[in-house]
């Protein structure tokens, strides 16, 4: 804090941003001490995620402190700034801001769109001729449903019996060909790999739809998931579920993919089946490029920010 202060005063800060709670902490003294203005980028629910993800029990000392300070960074900052509206309705709706509202700002999780995208659309001879991908990217641990993913994947085959499916993951290599084993998936049908990002990028723009499915807990209404970007800037729709930040309202009001509310046979399969109609639509890449634009550009995130700090500098 004393380093924090000092570099303050010599540069003459006149804004501090903080991302997450800890560095929110430190801001929050400094606005009390030197009258600066605060930001307080949210990034989630902090507290709320580490009792969903089973680190801390719900109401336990750390817990309170924790959303004690939610309260105090709330109450003073001058900008809030969170990945989804949904998790700005939820804020709205605590009792402690009835009165005394700070001014939200949402600016979801940005895309790289230069380097998540795809040159020219496959022709549809082309995508017809090519057996089905199905891609998953990323971890597969704590928030990630891998079981109901591959319940997925089952159900493609039994609609599309040559489909195949592209996990892009490091580090739980041995983990996932544990489940696909388990599942009775044949292993020939699955592509597991690691990659870089352009080589992450390099892969999705040869899938056919995305799936990630994420456990539907309390503070992942404040999640705005970045994979979500990458599938539909590279053309690609999605197979997600409900519950996690604005995820289904851009998917299903845009119709760049399908979502789940559970997870039962008849879903599954009724949702699979739309999806691979979906993907098979004219169009649909350059359909899911356009909504990806519209909602995870860099460039206009950049420009959010840029325009809270020329206001807050007035």
């Known amino acids: ?5 000092y570099a303050v005063m010599k540069y003459k800060v006149k804004i501090i941003h903080a991302r997450s709670y800890v560095a929110s902490l430190i801001a929050l003294v400094l606005k009390k001490t030197l009258k600066v203005k605060f930001i307080f980028d949210m990034r989630g629910f902090w507290a709320d995620e580490r009792v ?3 680190l801390w029990p719900k109401g336990g000392r750390m817990f309170r402190v924790a959303k004690w300070f939610e309260k105090c960074f709330l109450l003073n900052a001058d900008r809030v700034v969170s990945l989804t509206t949904s998790a700005v309705d939820e804020i709205k709706s605590f009792d402690y801001l009835q009165g005394s509202m700070p001014i939200f700002e949402t600016i979801t999780t940005c895309t790289d769109l230069d380097t998540f995208n795809f040159s020219t659309p496959a022709p549809k001879q082309e995508k017809e001729a090519r057996s089905f991908t199905l891609g998953y990217v990323g971890s ?48 020939n ?7 870089d990002h352009a080589g992450v990028a390099k892969a999705m723009q040869n899938m056919d739809a995305g799936i990630f499915i994420i456990k539907p807990v309390y503070s992942k209404m404040a999640s705005a998931p970045t994979k979500l970007g990458e599938f539909l800037g590279c053309g690609v729709p999605c197979l997600g579920n409900t519950k996690v930040g604005d995820m289904a309202d851009i998917i299903v009001g845009e119709k760049v993919g399908v979502v789940l509310s559970d997870f039962n046979a008849d879903s599954i399969r009724e949702a699979v089946e739309e999806l691979v109609c979906l993907a098979k639509q004219e169009g649909i890449q350059v359909h899911c490029r356009d909504v990806a634009l519209k909602y995870f550009s860099l460039k206009e995130g950049v420009r959010s920010y840029d325009r809270i700090y020329r206001e807050l500098m007035v």
């Open 1 to 5: 804090i004393c380093l924090t202060i």
């Open 52 to 54: 969903d993800g089973g």
């Open 140 to 187: 597969v641990g704590v928030w990630y449903l891998f079981d109901e993913t591959l319940s997925c994947f089952k159900e493609l085959q039994r609609q599309v019996p040559e489909a195949r499916l592209h996990i892009l993951n490091r580090g739980d290599h041995d983990y996932i060909r544990k489940c696909i084993s388990e599942s009775g998936i044949s292993a």
């Open 189 to 195: 049908s699955v592509l597991l790999e690691g990659a």
